[in-house]
Structures are given as structure tokens and as C-alpha cells.
């Protein structure tokens, strides 16, 4: 009897809003949705959607539609999150209270405007049970997107329930948009009509509902028509058109649009020699032939795709997603996960019970390195470093998803690789396929994890704590402080700072910092100091802030640019000393020769002019420093400047024209990268000689696996690109 009382209370308002109040305090204590900004404004407009819907519901139930007693009441319940959120948000901290504002009101409003409308039409349709008709449409509408994201390439959605979903694949950029406003008006004036029409003309509405509920229908299916011409939605016929030159194999498409055909021949016989590897791998054949799509850049794949920051698979479809300036890195990684979609499991084709650990795990045992390094070494790094976790969790519910997103990877690829070796592929792909570990192996979880965690112990590699926090010192996503925010002015102020628009560049540097102190703000913050005469100040923002970052993936970084700084300043001396600390504890190849590099440049007298140079003074000034005898920790910077500048490849071989005597990491390395640029250049024969050539030095050579990878790869370009490349049909356009 009272929660009867309580439910006619005003057509059950009292118990809507304690469903919010209690919702919305529950928010408060989970990451991302305690923020006043994206995530938060799309849960409670999917909730209010239900809500509001619900309550019209009562309302036309009753003998006269009384609009403006609803309207009342639905600004009730729209004030409680906001309330709410206000509140916890002064207590701890907005983020931007103008985004977190704009998106409440563009999402919560229209999804209670489109809940209202909606729970009037199914008012119209049936007498009985309305309350569940009305679940079962908003459960239909939830599943829309989810069938976008099955049949087409996207990731993103636009729905009236949440306005705008960017992708299960993280970009933290993100703010409110043109198209976001476009989205929503549109959704509001179909759903106004609906409840003026249904309220102003109720007698006329009633006698003609059949004409209008299909008038309905007809709006809607036409919307849907229309919405990739919209930029609503993408579907393979859009994408097609744009990225519309081919390079179709026996096995394989790529798709393409502004990327040159030289490199596009290669990214085709890359995929050739991955897909030949992992044939091998898992002793299967896709069924299908595979889908390569190659967007110009992060910022078109982010339109048409919606993650502009990741490349991804879609294995249901033999499809998978990737960037011009990403391919080399991820390419074998995404089409290992299309070839998991021979003994992948449901519609998706995916690891059982979508664990994540195993479908991202599986990919990357598969790749075998990232950043050069082998997986297993990596992961022997982080253990024997203090960067744990454990694997049966890992395998379980969303803990994939938690911590580290490198750790995760690394770790379940590791485990993934060991799985292999003990028990062989074939019941690796079984567990992959029933998610059943004690009934595939026919042993313990735990028993495994002991196992696989003493092959990890490596006491060689306890003193490399630096490299370990450079690769694993991170937060994870709901560890951050306003990502959406941070990410998509640190955009904004790198295009402010590109444009030379300092001031404005400043400002929003400085708003980040205040926020959270953040290492990309600060380097860029430094080089507007820099570039405003302010060497000095430059100095000390970075002398007063770097170690704030022990132990993390940006504080040698910021080390770095202070070496640099001091370089720039003509302080010779510390800029020395700074550049030593970075080679004395190793945190990174990359960092370590860029250091030595300019060490030889400080000796030369060569470093200030440099580091101030144009990218064709820098490549003048190390061709110089390597011409007598090699500087073999400056040469990969030389080939990065000449893939740059696009030089031509037979003129750069006199740069190269010295005995090359492999004998430490930084000659060994040299020759991989050097094999790597003449591979991309075409020049498979010397690709190959010198991938042979890197793997002289083995003694505690971390790239080893690398190097005789590039050797197989070289090796196989050698034997087969002739007979590959008769075989490629090219498409101009479609």
C-alpha cells in the first residue's frame, strides 16, 4: 500500500527522481561518469529517455493530456543529475563546466524530448501493456547502432537515446561539435512535432493515427537513408568512394585513396608476407578474402571511422582499419585478428565470451614485438621491474581493461606465446574458442600462471628499472584526470602553436595544467617560451616539473627537451650532463641514440644549430658528422629525415657508401633500421644483406627478434615480390 501511494504520487515522479538521485550518487564514485562532461551527459540521457518516456505514459493513460502539468515535472527530473553533478563537481573539480553544459543540454534534453514523443506513439499503437512495448521499442532502438556496427566499417554511432557514442576504442579528444548539434536538432524537431501534433491535435491525430504513425515511419526510414550523406553514419558504399584505387591479390584488397602507389605496392606485399606467416602460425585459411582499408591520415580515419588514434579489426567482416602513419607497426596485429575468425565463436567471430584478453592476446603472441622488442622480453621487463598483474584476472570480466593498456597487452600476448609453446596452437585456438581453460589444457589456471610467471624471472633485467617505468609507467584511462577535456585542448593548443598563434596556444596549455600537470602541456608550453625569446623561463618550467614524472613514461622525456633546452641556451655544459644521465640509465633505444647523437653534435659544435635548423639543415649537418667514419647512433635520425623529405633513394646510398662493422646495440641496430629503410625503398637485396648483418651482435641484443624477423621478411621480398606483384590487379576507381 505506501510504494502505491508513493507510485501515483504525481504518475510516479517521486519515484523516478529517487531512481535518478540514486543513479546519479552512485556516479559519483565511478571514473569517467563523475565527470560533468561526455560520458556523464550520455548515461543519464540514455536513463531519462526510459524515465521521461515512462512518465508521459501515465499521463496519456488519463482522460486529457495535461502537456504543461508534464513538462513541469520532466524539468523536475531533468534538474536532478544536474543538480547533482553541480554539486560533486565544485566539491572536486570540473573539468570545463561550458563542454559538460553543452553536452547535458544537447543530449539529456532531446533524449527526454525523443522519450516523451516516442511513449505517444506507442500510446497511439495499443491500449495494454504500453510500459513494456515502450521497453521493448527502446531496447530495439539501443540495438540499431550495434547492427550499424556489424554491417558497416564504423565504430561510431549517433543515436536520440545518447546523442553521439565516439567508438568502443578510446580517443580521449573530444568535445561538442557541429555535427553533434546538427544530430540533435533534427531528433528534436521530429520528436516536437510529434508531441504538438499529438497534443494541439488530438482529435484529428485519433482519427487518422494509421496515416500517421506510418508518416512516422516513413520520417524515419528516410532518415536512416540519408544519414551517411549526413556524416551520421559510414557505410562500405562511402567508404568505397572515397578510398576507391584497389590493389587486389589472390588473398587480399587494399583500399586507398591519396597514399603513393609505390607505398601502396608495398603495404600490399606486407600483407602478402603477414598473411603467409600466419597461415603458417595457425594452420588456417580465412574463408574469405580480406579487406584492407588505408586511410590518408589519423584525421580522415577519425571522420569515416571514428577511431583516429588505433587501428582496428573487425573480424565478422575480414575487414580491418589502419593509417598511413601507423601501418608498419600494426598491420600484422590486425590481420591476426581476422584470422582468428576461423575458430573465433558467435556472430562476431570472436574469443569466447568476448574476453579481451584472449582476443588481444592472441593477436599480439602473434606479432611478436612492439617497439622492436619481443613480447616475451617485455613482458620478462615489467615483471622483473615491479609491474605485475595477475594473468587469471587479466582473463576474467573487464580487467583487461583497468590498468596499464601496454601491461595488458603485453602480458596476454606473453601468456598467449607460452600457452603455444607448452601446449601447442591447435588447443590454444580451442581455448580461444570456448574461453574453457581447465577443460582445454587439462589443468589449473593457477598451475599455468606459476609456471609461465618463473619462465618471466630474469634477474639480468632488475636493473633496468628506468626502461621499465618508460614503456609501463602510465595511467589508465579511468585513471586519468579529465582525458576527454585534456585531450582535446591539447589538440587544440598544438594547432594553435603550428599556426603560430602563441597566445592563444598559452592559454589553453596553461588551463590543462591547472587541471592536471601534463607533460605534453609543459613541452609545449616550453617551446612557446622558447619561441618568445624566454629561454630562461623555458628552463625553468621544465627544470621545476620533470621530476614530477619519476617513475613514469614522460619523465626522461622531459629530460630530453631540458638537455635541449640548455643546448639552445648555450649551456653546453648541462645540456651534457642531461644528455648523459639519459644514456648512463637507458630508458630507451630511441632516447638513448638521439642523446649520443647530440653529444656528438656538442663536440662538433654542431648542436644549437642543429636542434634550431629546418629538417634539411639537420639531414646536412649528420651526413657531415658521418663522413669520415660512421656515427652509428645518428643514422637512424638520418633515415627518418630522408623518408621525411622523400630523397631520392639512389642519391641517399652515398650516404651509406662506408665499411659497416656491427660490433655493439647501436651499429646492430643501425643495420635493422637501415634494412628496414631499403625494404621501404624497393631495395629487397640489400634489405636483406643488411638485416643478416644486425644479427652479429647478440649479447644482451633486446632486438633480436626483430632483426631475424626483418631477415625472414627480406628474405621472402627477395624470393617472392616478383611472382606477388604480377599477380596484383589495380583498381583506378570503382
Same mark, same amino acid.
Given at each position: ?10 504518475? =510516479? /515522479?517521486?519515484? $523516478?527522481? @529517487? %531512481? ?9 564514485? &565511478?571514473? #569517467? !561518469? ?65 563542454? =559538460? /553544459?553543452?553536452? $547535458?543540454? @544537447? %543530449? ?9 514523443? &516516442?511513449? #505517444? !506513439? ?72 510529434? %508531441? ?539
Amino acid at each position: 500500500m505506501p510504494f502505491k501511494i508513493l507510485w501515483s504520487y504525481k504518475n =510516479g /515522479l517521486l519515484i $523516478y527522481g @529517487l %531512481i535518478l538521485i540514486i543513479i546519479n550518487f552512485i556516479l559519483t564514485q &565511478l571514473p #569517467l !561518469v563523475s565527470t560533468f562532461g561526455y560520458e556523464f551527459a550520455a548515461l543519464n540521457g540514455l536513463i531519462l529517455a526510459i524515465l521521461t518516456g515512462l512518465h508521459t505514459l501515465s499521463f496519456t493513460s488519463k482522460s486529457k493530456y495535461n502537456l504543461g502539468k508534464l513538462i513541469k515535472n520532466l524539468l523536475l527530473l531533468f534538474l536532478i543529475p544536474l543538480i547533482i553533478t553541480l554539486v560533486n563537481s565544485a566539491i572536486t573539480m570540473f573539468c570545463s563546466f561550458m563542454d =559538460g /553544459l553543452i553536452f $547535458y543540454l @544537447l %543530449i539529456v534534453s532531446v533524449s527526454m524530448i525523443f522519450g516523451s514523443a &516516442l511513449s #505517444l !506513439v506507442v500510446s497511439l499503437v495499443i491500449n495494454r501493456f504500453r510500459r513494456v512495448f515502450f521497453i521493448i521499442i527502446i531496447i530495439l532502438i539501443i540495438l540499431i547502432p550495434i547492427v550499424e556496427i556489424y554491417f558497416n566499417p564504423q565504430v561510431y554511432f549517433y543515436s536520440p537515446l545518447v546523442g553521439f557514442f565516439p567508438g568502443n576504442i578510446y580517443d580521449e579528444g573530444l568535445s561538442p561539435d557541429w555535427k553533434l548539434l546538427f544530430h540533435q536538432i533534427m531528433v528534436a524537431i521530429f520528436s516536437v512535432s510529434i %508531441i504538438y501534433i499529438y497534443s494541439k491535435q488530438t482529435v484529428f491525430v485519433q482519427r487518422f493515427k494509421t496515416y500517421f504513425i506510418f508518416g512516422i515511419l516513413i520520417t524515419v526510414m528516410i532518415f536512416q537513408f540519408l544519414s551517411p550523406y549526413l556524416g551520421f553514419s559510414t557505410t562500405f558504399a562511402k567508404l568505397d568512394s572515397i578510398l576507391a584505387k584497389q590493389i587486389e591479390s589472390g588473398s587480399l584488397i587494399l583500399h586507398y585513396d591519396n597514399v603513393d602507389s609505390s607505398e601502396a605496392k608495398l603495404i600490399a606485399l606486407n600483407q602478402e608476407f603477414f598473411y603467409s606467416e600466419l597461415q603458417t602460425a595457425l594452420k588456417v585459411n580465412p574463408s574469405k578474402k580480406i579487406h584492407v582499408y588505408l586511410f590518408n591520415n589519423r584525421y580522415q580515419k577519425k571522420v569515416l571511422f571514428g577511431a583516429g588514434n588505433a587501428d582496428v579489426a573487425k573480424p565478422w567482416q575480414y575487414s580491418i582499419y589502419i593509417s598511413s602513419d601507423s601501418w608498419q607497426s600494426t598491420l600484422k596485429h590486425e590481420l591476426a585478428h581476422v584470422f582468428t575468425a576461423e575458430f573465433g565463436s558467435g556472430i562476431f567471430k570472436l574469443a569466447s565470451g568476448f574476453n579481451a584478453a584472449l582476443i588481444e592476446g592472441m593477436a599480439e603472441s602473434l606479432d611478436g614485438t612492439s617497439y622492436d622488442i619481443s613480447t616475451k622480453h617485455l613482458s620478462s621487463l615489467a615483471y622483473n621491474n615491479g609491474y605485475t598483474t595477475d594473468v587469471k584476472s587479466l582473463f576474467a570480466g573487464l580487467s583487461f581493461f583497468k590498468g596499464n593498456s601496454l601491461l595488458a597487452y603485453t602480458y596476454s600476448g606473453a601468456f598467449i606465446q607460452f600457452l603455444t609453446e607448452e601446449y601447442g596452437i591447435e588447443k590454444v585456438k580451442e581455448f580461444y574458442n570456448s574461453g574453457d581453460f581447465e577443460i582445454v589444457f587439462k589443468a589449473k589456471f593457477e598451475a599455468a600462471q606459476k609456471e609461465f610467471e618463473l619462465n618471466m624471472v630474469n634477474p639480468e633485467l632488475t636493473d633496468q628499472k628506468p626502461m621499465a617505468d618508460y614503456y609501463f609507467g602510465r595511467l589508465s584511462i579511468i585513471q586519468k584526470v579529465c582525458p576527454r577535456y585534456i585531450g582535446d585542448r591539447l589538440n587544440k593548443a598544438y594547432i594553435y602553436l603550428s599556426e603560430n598563434k602563441l597566445e592563444e596556444a598559452e592559454k589553453l596549455f596553461k588551463e590543462i595544467n591547472v587541471k592536471s600537470l601534463n607533460y605534453s602541456s609543459l613541452i609545449g608550453l616550453s617551446e612557446i617560451y622558447y619561441q618568445q625569446n624566454k629561454k630562461n623561463e623555458a628552463i625553468q618550467l621544465i627544470l621545476n616539473n620533470y621530476a614530477k614524472f619519476k617513475s613514469t613514461s614522460y619523465y626522461y622525456n622531459m629530460v630530453f627537451r631540458l638537455a635541449e633546452l640548455y643546448a639552445l641556451n648555450f649551456n653546453n655544459e648541462s645540456a651534457s650532463f642531461w644528455f648523459s644521465k639519459i644514456i648512463y640509465e637507458n630508458p630507451n633505444h630511441q632516447l638513448v641514440y638521439l642523446s649520443k647523437t647530440r653529444l656528438g653534435l656538442l663536440s662538433a659544435n654542431k648542436l644549437f644549430e642543429y636542434i634550431d635548423g629546418e629538417d634539411s639543415l639537420k639531414l646536412n649537418i649528420l651526413i657531415s658528422l658521418n663522413g669520415k667514419e660512421y656515427n652509428y647512433s645518428s643514422l637512424p635520425i638520418i633515415m627518418d629525415l630522408l623518408l621525411s623529405r622523400k630523397v631520392d633513394y639512389k642519391q641517399s646510398l652515398a650516404i651509406f657508401n662506408k665499411t659497416f662493422i656491427v660490433d655493439d646495440i647501436e651499429s646492430s641496430f643501425a643495420a635493422l633500421k637501415l634494412s628496414q629503410y631499403m625494404l621501404t625503398n624497393g631495395d629487397f637485396v640489400n634489405a636483406r644483406k643488411y638485416a643478416a648483418l644486425s644479427l652479429r651482435y647478440k649479447n644482451g641484443n633486446m632486438f633480436l627478434n626483430a632483426m631475424q624477423d626483418q631477415f625472414e621478411k627480406a628474405s621472402w621480398f627477395v624470393k617472392n615480390s616478383s611472382r606477388v606483384l604480377d599477380k596484383f590487379v589495380y583498381v583506378s576507381e570503382k
